[in-house]
């Protein structure tokens, strides 16, 4: 029987953000959460990634770090028992590159106490014909939240929808800064400069009928509402948990 995909409150963190499971200090500042988004899992050990680094600019700022991470295994170990005692819904996000490893991760999860649903990180530069492979793989008894490239959202939801996908969600737009030695670093970008696009493409999705989970760029809480009024279901908050907002 396949669970709903339901938010006691319409905000929850966005993969990356605040670990691996709720923690009671943590959850209690951020009581409006109304769900917890993991960081993202691969099925094995993933290093961190060479030339990582975070460089800041006027509208936000960019980071290269390869989502390092211990691997399902170690993550469902170490954190599973917290994720059956969290009082709001857990979703685990899964990092793959191929439909193998998201159709190996998805029935493992099935099992594991406290997982309400997976949301499967596309990667940036997917082919439409793997982006729908790898969302198929995950369809099963747990709802799929399919995260999109920002740049990419509106081409891929429709298939995304197609796919078996119950949702789709953002993953932050790709970008290249000069790094001190000179050289451009590539990463991923973050602040309040990413808002007006991750809400125009928001209304978009909203009004063809897809259910979407905004975010990007959200730092003040008219940035939520904004998504809101704009049709999304939940909006997913970032870098703006380390700082506090408005």
């Known amino acids: 029987m396949k669970f ?12 990356g953000s605040l670990g691996f499971a709720p923690g009671v200090r943590r959850m209690a500042s951020l009581g409006e959460l109304g769900a917890f988004v993991t960081n993202p ?7 961190p990634a060479q030339g990582r680094g975070l460089i800041a600019f006027s509208g936000g700022f960019l980071l290269h770090s390869g989502y390092p991470n211990p691997g399902l295994k170690a993550v469902i170990r170490r954190h599973a028992s917290r994720w059956a005692r969290a009082v709001v819904p857990v979703i685990v996000h899964l990092l793959a590159q191929e439909e193998g490893d998201i159709a190996t991760m998805v029935r493992r999860l099935e099992n594991a106490d406290g997982v309400s649903a997976v949301e499967i990180g596309l990667p940036p530069d ?21 995260r999109l490239p920002l740049e990419r959202a509106q ?7 197609q796919a078996g996908a119950t949702a789709v969600s953002f993953g932050p737009p790709r970008g290249a800064i000069p790094a001190p030695d000179g050289e451009l670093l590539r990463g991923r970008l973050y602040g309040p400069a990413i808002f007006p696009q991750a809400l125009l ?25 904004a998504m809101l009024s704009a049709g999304a279901l939940a909006v997913q908050l970032d870098s703006v948990l380390w700082r506090g907002w408005k």
């Open 41 to 47: 899992v691969s099925l094995g050990p993933r290093s």
């Open 201 to 225: 493409v928001v209304q978009a999705l909203a009004r063809s009928g897809i259910p979407v989970i905004g975010g990007g760029g959200v730092y003040r809480h008219a940035d939520a509402e």
């Open 126 to 146: 997917a082919s439409r014909e793997l982006a729908s492979r790898m969302i198929q793989a995950g369809t099963g008894e747990l709802p799929v939240i399919a």
């Open 155 to 161: 081409e891929l939801a429709a298939l995304a929808a």
């Open 4 to 15: 709903d995909l339901v938010f006691p409150t319409p905000l929850m963190n966005a993969a």
